[in-house]
């Protein structure tokens, strides 16, 4: 599906923040940034896995569509993704992982993309040790110099894209999504301590 949008400020010309669309973002001045550009009703439960990697301590951003509607009324590209407050929360930051959703395709195995190999490498290892599978996203890489994920003081982040299914999955288990953030946090903290 094509975007309806190529950019923020043309969303926003057409759409009224906290009625369309909200922007969550805390600042906790550390080096990583957790974020979901694509909340809300455009790939579900990404805000909500995003917020639980971030914790109390990690940076957290989440662009939301508060309506429902064709997935590409307010999903902008990740490498044209250009909001303000985004682009300044991982503009100061050293490491962003981006948490983003995709079609169910048989296969509960998270896509490792973005330009951070070696942080990409990390959590793609601790998810595996705890039992969840991971691979290099070939299809959805995330090495575009402009996408949100790679937009940090470094020019590097990660990607990843988790199905449908198994956004459903950590949504509705606890336990389960209590795993895959220690995981994936594990991942971090190997390349990018964050204390």
């Known amino acids: 599906m094509v975007d309806r949008y190529g950019s923020f400020a043309e969303m926003s010309a057409e759409n009224v923040e906290g009625v369309e669309y909200?922007?969550?973002?805390?600042?906790?001045?550390?080096?990583?940034?957790i974020l979901a550009p694509h909340g809300g009703s455009i790939e579900p439960e990404t805000a909500e896995i995003a917020e639980a990697i971030a914790g109390d301590d990690l940076s957290f951003y989440a662009f939301e569509a508060l309506r429902a509607g064709a997935f590409g009324d307010f999903?902008?590209?990740?490498?044209?993704?250009?909001?303000?407050r985004a682009l300044e929360i991982v503009g100061q930051s050293?490491?962003?992982?981006?948490?983003?959703?995709?079609?169910?395709?048989?296969?509960?195995?998270?896509?490792?993309?973005?330009?951070?190999r070696e942080a990409g490498d990390a959590i793609s290892a601790a998810?595996?040790?705890a039992g969840y599978g991971a691979e290099r996203n070939k299809r959805l890489p995330g090495l575009h110099e402009t996408n949100i994920c790679n937009r940090t003081k470094t020019g590097e982040?990660?990607?990843l894209e988790l199905s449908r299914h198994m956004r459903r999955h950590l949504a509705a288990h606890p336990a389960a999504l209590e795993s895959f953030v220690i995981a994936v946090r594990t991942g971090i903290e190997a390349v990018s301590p964050t204390s």
């Open 22 to 33: 909200r922007i969550r973002s805390k600042d906790r001045g550390g080096p990583v940034v």
């Open 75 to 84: 999903h902008i590209t990740s490498h044209r993704f250009d909001e303000p």
């Open 94 to 116: 050293s490491l962003a992982v981006a948490i983003h959703g995709r079609r169910d395709d048989g296969t509960d195995s998270v896509w490792i993309g973005g330009r951070a």
């Open 127 to 129: 998810l595996r040790k």
């Open 157 to 159: 982040g990660v990607q």
